[in-house]
C-alpha cells in the first residue's frame, strides 16, 4: 500500500539553529512529493514540490529538500530557524493525478 | 489572486443531522479535492472532482457525498453525523495542467456533539 512515513512528532529547536524534518515515502514508481506547513487552525501551505530532476529543491520561506531515491526518503532542511517556523509540517506523496497521501506530520517547536 | 474559500468557518451539529460545507477553487482552477483532517493527523482523500465529474474517492462512507458546480464550485455533504466526523474539512484545487499540484482552503471546522 501507498504509504508517507514521518518518524518525528514533535521537535524542537533552537532559533537560529539547522533543522532537519524526515520523511519516508513507500510507493510503486517514484511519486510527486510535496511538503506542506499548517499553523494552528489553518489550512495547509505548499512549502515545497519534488517531481522530476534536481533531486535538491528549493521552496519559500527558506526552506528546502533533498530527494533520495535509494533511501525512499524525502528530507526537509532549513539552515537556520526562526521563531515565526514553529508550526505543523507534513509531507505527502501522489502517484495520480490529485490523491495526496499524507504523513502523520511533525510539530515543530521553536525556543527562543 | 483570491485562494482557495471555503464556507463556512466552522460550525456545531448533532449527532445524526446532515451538514453542506462549500469551497470556491482559485480562479482558472476546474479541479477541487476534498479532505478531512481529524485532530492529530493527517489529512485524509475524501473526493475529488474535475469538470464537474467524480474522478476519485477515498475510503469513506456513502454518508459523504459531493458535486461540482459550472462554476467549478462545490460542495461536500455529509449525512446521519457521527461524533466521529468532528473534523477539520479542507478543500484543495488544482491548475488543470498540473493536478497533482493541490492549493488549500483554510478549511472547516466541524463539530459534531
Known amino acids: 500500500a501507498q504509504s508517507v512515513t514521518q518518524p518525528d512528532i514533535h521537535i524542537t529547536v533552537s532559533e537560529g539553529a539547522s533543522l532537519e524534518l524526515r520523511c519516508n515515502y513507500s510507493?510503486?514508481?517514484?511519486?510527486?512529493l510535496f511538503w506542506y506547513v499548517q499553523s494552528p487552525g489553518q489550512g495547509l501551505q505548499l512549502l515545497l514540490k519534488?517531481?522530476?530532476?534536481?533531486?535538491l529543491v528549493q521552496g519559500i520561506k527558506g526552506f528546502e529538500a533533498e530527494f533520495k531515491r535509494s533511501q525512499s526518503s524525502f528530507n526537509l532542511r532549513k539552515p537556520s530557524v526562526h521563531w515565526s517556523d514553529a508550526a505543523e509540517y507534513f509531507c505527502?506523496?501522489?502517484?495520480?493525478?490529485?490523491?495526496?497521501?499524507f504523513g502523520t506530520g511533525t510539530r515543530l517547536q521553536v525556543t527562543l | 489572486d483570491a485562494g482557495v474559500t471555503q464556507s463556512p468557518t466552522h460550525l456545531i451539529k448533532t449527532r445524526g443531522q446532515h451538514v453542506t460545507l462549500r469551497c470556491s477553487p482559485i480562479?482558472?482552477?476546474?479541479?477541487v479535492s476534498w479532505y478531512q483532517q481529524v485532530l492529530g493527523q493527517g489529512p485524509q482523500f475524501i473526493f475529488q472532482?474535475?469538470?464537474?465529474?467524480?474522478?476519485g474517492r477515498g475510503n469513506f462512507p456513502d454518508r459523504f457525498s459531493a458535486r461540482q458546480f459550472p462554476n467549478y464550485s462545490s460542495e461536500l455533504n455529509v449525512n446521519a453525523l457521527l461524533l466521529g466526523d468532528s473534523a477539520l474539512y479542507l478543500c484543495?484545487?488544482?491548475?488543470?495542467?498540473?493536478?497533482?499540484?493541490?492549493?488549500f482552503g483554510p478549511g472547516t471546522r466541524l463539530t459534531v456533539t
Open positions: 484543495a484545487s488544482s491548475p488543470r495542467t498540473r493536478d497533482y499540484e493541490q492549493y
Open positions: 519534488y517531481f522530476s530532476g534536481d533531486t
Open positions: 472532482y474535475y469538470e464537474k465529474e467524480e474522478r
Open positions: 505527502a506523496a501522489t502517484g495520480t493525478a490529485s490523491k495526496l497521501t
Open positions: 480562479s482558472g482552477h476546474k479541479s
Open positions: 510507493y510503486g514508481a517514484t511519486p510527486y
